[in-house]
């Protein structure tokens, strides 16, 4: 440790001398802004839309910055491995973009209190390590919405990853959301315990449409579950990105993730010195963070009733996890009234009331 | 909710389908041990054929051209196998494993393109009268072609293995190589002959994914297919018709898993037992039981391994 101190003071010190004689003070070496992929760029999905967010700072920087991506990190040991090899490859600002990187990350932060870490979904900070996530559940509550409108079966479906707090209040308020127009709906909920397995996706989908779901939700990041119920000629939701081409009859809408004003906005307070750890972004519909695919495949009313839904969510009049609100065994988590906080979402580890899945704890 | 919510019928129906890729890339792999080699790169020649097959299925809008070009694409990748470990001699195993990771790795190059469409429709046979048979009828006979070529492969294979000349000596080359080199058979000549036919295998098995079970296009969408194939091989002790069971109970316990947590199936009644089902745990059971029978058959099974299994060949030997 002390010689690399020795060689990048030296080398600052150099630097330092030519940008000296040379006289002009603004060329500066790049910063280096790194990503860590959970899956292939290729996704479609979640990994797609963070590599559109690392082009946007490519393209919003041009030669201020350089920009380099791990894909298909596993979450755990293997993670620290990948961000180190990072840090220690001069990047400046490392954004790690899935859950279970969170420990990973913040190991790796001690290490290298000079680099700056940004860890997507988690909710632990450092002095060198923000936080920061999008709220994917206002989209996630409108689809709900839709689905228990469209449903003829009241059976809607779930492909669900991993029972971490992102998805378990996606399926809450997926669930909330479909209650309120159908009170007769039932979410099938299966755990395929994979982020990215097209094939696994797909056959958890035709599993439950075999046991009567006619509408397809998703929460993992593959377009395959939204092709199954293509296929099926049922419905179903996008996830992550627009997934129109992959099923047009199908997508009734979808969430847009939109990371790329976030990325901007860090790399620059890089650039300009203002970065801070301990950050919480956390991006919400109204501006723009979190998107919505066009409605379609839907009947006007259905539509007018989602729309009027966003319209609400967006202007921040109504939030789905506002009390009275119970979870699966009856105990009250949310007085009348009462506001879910940050944390409460960030560590949700309970169904709401009326699902009648059992928790995979 | 109960277990009576799940349909038999649909549940055969898609253990078929979910069996399907693995169960060809198996009768590939097992053919290519019969004659004395291991060629463990199944899962690259897979992922090979699932993006050979779906961009010729896509350019030429014809899924049979599709499936032929899976099958070249696959005995492509497997004539550089066949290549370095029968003339260059090189070692089985790590040339099998840099197949795989190059495979995956030129798999993601050439599929850039081609992510986010859908290929054209593979039709499926209209088997007339043999659909309208209750219950067996949507669980057999409304399958697509792959799935009938498939359960031929498996027969044709069986049947060229035991009652033909060249099944013979296929055998006799993988049994003892200088054997039957001593008796003038061309041991390299059947042993390439025999990876590409498991390449091309591989690749179909791999369209069958890309082409007809997701179907489209995804980087590494074969997840692993492969080496569950290689597990198979070992499961059936080598007998062509056994590899049949082996791919179905693992296709059945993946479909089961699903179906049981779509029913929300939280426990089993057993008599007098009541077994919860965690989630976990039956992700985990196809695994398990396929590691718990390879442990349990693996004395017998393994004295069934082919004599040569492994080995690299010279004449000078």
Redesign the interface.
Known sequence: MKILKKISLGMALITGITIAISGTAITAEPVKVGFIYIGPPGDHGWTYRHDIGRKAVEAHFGDAVETTFQENVPEGPDAVRAITQMALSGHDLIFTTSYGYMDQTLAVAKKFPNVKFEHATGWKTADNVSNYGLKLYQSRHVQGVIAGLMTKTNKICYVASFPIPEVIREINTFYLGAKTQNPDVEVQIVWVYTWYDPGKEADAAQAMIDNGCDVITQHTDSPAPLVTAEKAGLVGFGQASDQTPFAPNAQLTGTIDNWDPYYIDRVQAVIDGTWEGHGTYFGDISEGAVGMAPFANMPQNVMDIAMDVRAKITNGTYFAFTGPLKDQSGELRLKDGEVASRMMLDTMDWYVEGITAKYPD | ?DVS???PT??IA?LIV?ST?IMLAAIGELVVERAGVLNLGVEGMMITGAICGFIVAYETGSPIYGVIASILGGAALSLIFAILTQFFLANQVASGLALTLFGLGFS?LI??GY????PPDMSSPNLGFLTEIPFLGKMLFEHDYLVYLAFSIILLVSIFLRYTRQGLILRAVGEDHSSAHALGYKVIRVRVLAILFGGGCAGLGGAY?SLI????W??????G?GWIALAIVVFASWKPMRILFGAWLFGGL??LQ??L????V?EINLILFKIPL???YL?MAPYLITILVLVLMSARALSNAPGSLGKSFHVSD
């Open positions: 909710m919510s799940i349909s649909l549940l898609s979910a890729p993601a599929g850039k992510t986010g469409i859908t994914i079970r997701v179907p489209q995804a980087e590494g969408m074969t997840h297919a993946t479909v699903l179906n947590q779509a029913a929300g939280s965690q989630v976990q992700t």
